[in-house]
């Protein structure tokens, strides 16, 4: 045992001969023995070192050991001190309980047994020696658990400052792409209006008409790269709103080969298409959904070699509309497949470029397809063996495709009692229509244009009934329903109107308050018929 590791054991005794005694029977411990004839010898040893054992005589003469005991407890160093009573004489219960009550933890009889001794001065040094040992290590965990949860909280603010400056950089790249776009389209507009003016010019001159069709093949390029800088924005920004109705796939699918049959003829792959014999109807955006389809078949165009083949398949699931694009051009290595779709992502370049483009074609057409609802998966066998698209959509049924209720049908809808309606919708025109279709069944109907108008409204009036547009500016559709329910609006039935049908889309509106979740463009029959309902 080192000297540094060594504690303090303090024999207080008015007799030498048993101080003596006691540091003979105690030396084997290894401890640091200290002696004290008296009391107050003993004070004045206390005062200078920390103990860990203090062995002393109840009958003293001036401060006997209970008086000692009580002193030494007071002094906050020694709270802790291991204090032994040694007593010659018979001892009763109520001397043992004084002894306890004055700070003693032990007794030892006289004649003193030197094992016995031993022992119990041995379990207090190694008990005290595991104390310190615990309470250092709990500093040193104390310790590092401050450093860590120091440099946590330090990682933690960097990582926030750096997730406010990507927020920004991406909103301020959102900025410049629109920005981007719409600059490019003033240059675009009078180059295709000079090329417009050389057709019209009746000339023969074999390399004037290259040189006009040339300038005609690039302008149309860069427009549809700008369309596609100009709708990735749209869509980053949330300002793409979708005409939803009821739609033919193969319309669709006409409109989509009109656009990329230029580059499938130019060159010169064959294309092959396949639909169902009956017509297959979706509820979507006419001109979004060819975009969608005309990017896929654009990109099947330049991901392959010349005198190519594209297979485009239209195929009926009992839910679902499949519409497939399948191509044997290049292919997509494994470790790609789930990159496709990024933004500004192009999988592997050829040296010439041939394929060019931004990398945005794909992200917009995932965006654009789960804006319907639906979803789009891509598949491939690696390297030179082509590549296969899957557009999945929300089919509904010929009985429904096109059979809308218009204001001429509304009188044939079912009739209820009349209703107090609040109409919430930041397009005035969508707003007043609505109200004025349902005023003629005689509803008594009131208009919102936002959401604080809405509440102030609700305040006074009390409506039924609220068809609310999700799409707000500044406090959005779920908002306005929580504080219409926190306003009083406990029984009333709210109907959400909103361009977003994803099951996602109508658990948020559910867990809002909504009682309804209503895709639009709204059916004003089946408004009709559900006010009519109990």
Sequence with gaps: MSANDKLNILLVDDQPGKLLTYEAILSSLGENLVKANSGKEALEQLLRSEFTVVLMDVSMPELDGYELAEIIRQHPRHQRTAI??????HLTDLDRLKGYESGAVDYVSVPVIPELLRAKVS???????????????????????????????????????LTD???????????????????????????????????????QDPDLIWCRNVIERQANHLTRLVDDLLDISRITQGKIKLRVEPTRIDAVVNGAVETSRPLIDSLKH???????????????????????????????????????????????EPEWVAITVRD????????????????????????????????????????????????????????GRGSEFVVRLPRITEATNGTRTHAADV????????????????????????????????????????????????????????LLDIGLPEMDGYEVCRRLRQQGLADAQIIAMTGYGQDRDRQRSK????????????????????LAAP
């Design 411 to 466: 009188a044939s809808a079912p009739t209820g009692p009349p209703r107090r309606i609040l109409v919430v919708d930041d397009n005035r025109d969508a707003a007043e229509g609505l109200a004025a279709l349902l005023r003629l069944r005689g509803h008594e109907v009131l208009v919102a244009h936002d959401g604080p108008m809405a509440l102030d409204i609700t305040a006074t009036e009390q409506p039924s009934v609220v």
């Design 511 to 530: 867990e809002a308050g909504f009682n309804t979740h209503m895709v639009k463009p709204v059916d004003i029959g089946e408004i009709i018929t559900l």
């Design 328 to 383: 044997r051009g290049i292919g997509i290595e494994p470790e790609l497949l789930t990159e496709v779709f990024d933004l500004f992502s192009q999988g592997e370049r050829t040296a010439d470029r041939r394929q060019g483009g931004l990398g945005i074609g794909l992200s917009v057409v995932k965006n654009l397809v789960e804006m319907h609802g639906g979803n789009v998966h891509v598949a491939s066998e690696g390297r």
């Design 123 to 161: 379990v207090f040094t190694e008990l005290y020696r595991k104390r310190r040992d615990s309470e250092r290590l709990n500093r040193e965990l104390e310790e590092r658990v401050a450093e860590r949860t120091a440099e946590l909280e330090a990682s933690t603010a960097r990582l926030v400052e």
């Design 165 to 203: 400056r990507l927020r920004e950089a991406d909103r301020r790249k959102d900025e410049f792409l629109a920005l981007l776009a719409h600059e490019l389209r003033n240059p675009l507009a009078p180059v295709r209006n000079a090329v417009d003016i050389m057709r019209l010019k009746d000339y």
């Design 84 to 89: 032994i009573f040694v007593s010659a004489v």
């Design 270 to 316: 064959e294309l092959v298409i396949a639909l169902p014999e009956s017509p297959v109807w979706v509820r979507g955006d006419e001109v979004r959904l060819t975009q969608v389809i005309a990017n896929l078949l654009v990109n099947a165009a330049k991901y392959q070699a010349e005198r190519g083949r594209i297979e485009l398949t239209v195929a009926c």
